[in-house]
């Protein structure tokens, strides 16, 4: 399971009292989550609404907080649950759910099994990642790659690498095997790898 954010326990006890700034820290804390999940069960379409739903059930279910997870893993539950209970999801198949990239893929090969370059792109022996990211360009070349993606391999994306949840974590939020998971996160890593190669040798998206 995820890590309890180190501000957890001190939000806890605001909570219960009522006070409305933690309330809002939460959701600041939270709301990106809770939305990966919700988009990945209904989609584009429905989340906001479930993630609204959401926030009404915690609100009502607070003080039954048992503290056996994180708070973190207690919203993307309830998160996860409402969305199951209030629509019916017919999910395609991984395979059938693989839309292409602005620049295609690249061949799974170049990469070691923990997901890293086994040789970095062209012309990023200068340049580190950190200084890349911190583009706007380039932020908004992969902002649009990820809008791209499938509503599963966004969401999964998301889970791992914004908000550093376990694989196995996602697999119980979103009723998907390990195996799948797997699947969708590499493809999705994929697909931003292509990205970030084609703006370094093209500078443009």
């Not at 804390?29 to 989340?47: D, F, K, P, W």
């Not at 915690?58 to 708070?71: I, Y």
């Not at 583009?135 to 550093?164: A, F, H, I, P």
């Not at 697999?171 to 703006?199: D, M, P, Y």
């Amino acid at each position: 399971m995820a890590n309890s954010n180190p501000n957890d326990s001190e939000l806890l006890p605001r909570l219960l009292a009522g006070e409305q700034q933690a309330f809002r820290e939460l959701v600041g804390s939270y709301q990106g989550a809770m939305r990966a999940v919700a988009y990945a069960i209904v989609g584009s379409r429905n989340a906001d609404e479930v993630v609204q739903d959401a926030w009404l059930a915690v609100v009502r279910n607070l003080d039954g907080f048992q503290g056996r997870s994180s708070l973190k893993t207690w919203l993307l539950t309830i998160t996860a649950n409402t969305a199951k209970t209030r629509y019916k999801h017919n999910r395609r198949e991984v395979l059938l759910d693989d839309l292409p990239g602005p620049h295609g893929s690249i061949d799974a090969s170049r990469f070691a099994t923990d997901g890293h370059w086994l040789a970095a792109p062209f012309g990023w022996h200068e340049d580190s990642p950190e200084a890349l990211l911190s583009e706007d360009e380039l932020r908004e070349c992969l902002e649009k790659t990820l809008s791209g993606l499938s509503e599963l391999q966004s969401s999964v994306l998301l889970l791992r690498e914004r908000q550093g949840l376990e694989l196995d974590e996602i697999c119980n939020l979103l009723e998907v095997s390990l195996s799948n998971v797997r699947v969708l996160l590499h493809r999705a890593r994929l697909k931003v790898f292509a990205t970030l190669e084609h703006f370094e040798e093209s500078g443009q998206c």
